[in-house]
Each structure stands twice: as C-alpha cells, then as structure tokens.
C-alpha cells in the first residue's frame, strides 16, 4: 500500500491540508480585521445606490444615507482611506450632532441611536487607535452640551 502512494502525492496532500489549515486560522483569528476591510470597501463601491434608505431619528427629521435624487450623497458615502482623516471628521460630525440634539433636547435613547448610525459610516476606525479618543470625545460633549452622563457599555454599544 505504501508503494503506491508517490512523493508528489504526498507533497500535494500535504500541501493542501496546510493551505486549508492556515486559511481556516486567518479566518478564526482576524475576522474582524476582514470585517472591516470588507465594510471599507462596501463603502467605496456601494451596491445599493439607487436605493433610498431613512432611519427615523425622531417624529420631527430623520436621517438619510441618500439624497432625495436616489444617488448617494458625497457626505455620507466619504471615505479617505486615512483613518487621521478620517476621524478628524468624525470627530467634527459628533460635535455638531452632539450640538444639534442638545438644540432639540433629544432624549437619552434617541442620542445613542444618532451617534451609533454616526458611527457606524466609520467602521475602520471601530478599532483603530483613535477609538480611546472618541469616546472621549463623545462622554465630555454628551456631558457639556446634553447634561447627560454616558457610561462606559453605553459608550462602547454605540460601536455596535
């Protein structure tokens, strides 16, 4: 039985458990980074541009991720690629949602579902370094302009 079986034979049957052991790991161990990598390119070549999508935020507006023409709004769809950038304008689109909401006292429930559809245009900075930072952010404008003390899950569910 052993002589029937050829070292190229082998090498391929070798060869393939491995690939397929190393693919299964990649994908066990950094799902999150492909997660990401795959959601940054959602974004840059969205499929469903003519698509009309609003999430109510209150009775009075709702938020659109498309303009009223059916093609998606360069504001919303903006992606650097510089996660620097990047959150520098996340940070700017925080301060004046925060600001915003304060203007129409928004309850506690109705901020944390803006800010997590905020958040959710910026997926690649969900674990990036500057993550500490805009929570930061995000408690001490909460704080200033709503008089609302965010706690620590609260701050790390609006990532979800």
């Known amino acids: 039985m052993i002589q029937k079986i050829s ?5 391929t049957a070798l060869l393939t458990i491995v690939v397929i052991y190393y693919i299964v790991i990649v994908l066990l161990y ?6 990401l990598i795959t959601n940054a390119l959602q974004k840059r070549f969205p499929s469903n541009i003519g698509l009309k999508q609003e999430v109510s ?66 997926p690649q900075l969900r674990y990036s370094a ?15 302009n709503c008089s609302i003390r965010l706690e620590d899950d609260e701050v790390k569910r609006l990532w979800m």
């Open 57 to 122: 935020v209150t009775g009075k507006e709702s938020v659109s991720l498309f303009n009223d023409t059916g093609s998606a709004s360069p504001e919303k769809l903006a992606y650097t690629g510089d996660i620097s950038t990047d959150s520098f304008d996340l940070v700017e689109k925080i301060k004046e949602s925060i600001q915003r909401y304060a203007e129409h006292e928004y309850i506690r429930e109705e901020i944390i579902t803006g800010l997590q559809l905020l958040l959710k245009e910026y």
């Open 30 to 35: 950094y799902r999150k980074e492909i997660s």
């Open 130 to 144: 500057y993550t500490a930072s805009i929570n930061n952010i995000i408690t001490n404008e909460i704080e200033l």
């Open 7 to 11: 070292w190229a034979s082998y090498a």
